[in-house]
């Protein structure tokens, strides 16, 4: 069976541009998570979707913005990119809304000049 | 506001040996904690998990104790295997209302020489 998958894998982007960048869950899984990770710390919590809602959203600005389709797939958009915003982005699933298990991606790893 | 710290950076043991990686948290309402293993260019992979409600979880070379009046926990994997140096990470989840969302400690990078 297929893990968690995201796309793009890497990802060069210039101050003030959007970006979106896309997660497929474990076939089954209904719920989506997204966690940004800055390079020598833990990944911080930014947004969790279950059953095509919003459960959760961590202390991100309004730039960043998510949703989860019918097939329970997700996109992470990020607007008026900062130089901040790079950071290895991760996806990860879980076949509840408490999700005991979370499986994450490989992540995206996003570039902002 | 850091509620769960992990305050050693790195950790260097031998193949064959007992690794010990600790993990602190401030915050009461957590009630589920888990491990995860990083390596470079890949997304964290589950290890172990325990609920508040016990004080140990084992399978195979990795057991995870928990402290709650001390809030902390810690990992153990016996023997270390060369294969295990990775960057882990422990986190913890609230219970009620708060979801799947996962508060992570800062990292610990273990390496297991041969």
């Known amino acids: 069976d297929a893990g968690v998958t995201q796309s793009p894998t890497h990802l060069i982007k210039t101050r003030g541009q959007h970006v979106t960048l896309r997660c497929s869950p474990i076939?089954?899984?209904?719920?989506v998570s997204w966690y940004q990770q800055v390079l020598g710390q833990g990944p911080q919590f930014i947004f969790q979707?279950?059953?095509?809602?919003?459960?959760g959203r961590g202390n991100f600005p309004d730039r960043f913005s998510a949703r989860q389709f019918p097939n329970y797939s997700s996109e992470l958009n990020v607007n008026a990119l900062l130089l901040g915003d790079s950071a290895l982005y991760l996806c990860?699933?879980?076949?509840?809304?408490?999700?005991?298990?979370?499986?994450f991606g490989p992540g995206t790893r996003l570039t902002v000049l | 506001d850091q509620q769960v710290k992990q305050n050693s950076p790195s950790l260097s043991v031998q193949e064959g040996r007992i690794s010990i990686l600790n993990c602190d948290y401030t915050?009461?309402?957590?009630?589920?904690f888990l491990w995860y293993k990083k390596y470079p260019a890949e997304g964290p992979t589950f290890l172990i998990s325990?609920?508040?409600?016990?004080d140990k979880n084992e399978d195979g070379r990795f057991t995870v104790f928990l402290n709650k009046s001390a809030k902390h926990l810690s990992l153990h994997i016996v023997p270390s295997q060369p294969g295990d140096s990775a960057v882990y990470f422990c986190?913890?989840?609230?219970?009620?209302?708060?979801?799947?969302?996962?508060?992570f400690g800062e990292g610990t990078q273990l390496t297991v020489n041969p």
């Open positions: 990860a699933s879980s076949s509840g809304n408490l999700g005991n298990e979370q499986f």
């Open positions: 076939s089954g899984h209904k719920s």
């Open positions: 979707y279950y059953e095509k809602e919003e459960r």
């Open positions: 915050n009461s309402m957590f009630d589920y």
């Open positions: 325990i609920s508040s409600i016990k």
């Open positions: 986190a913890a989840r609230k219970g009620g209302t708060s979801g799947s969302r996962l508060t």
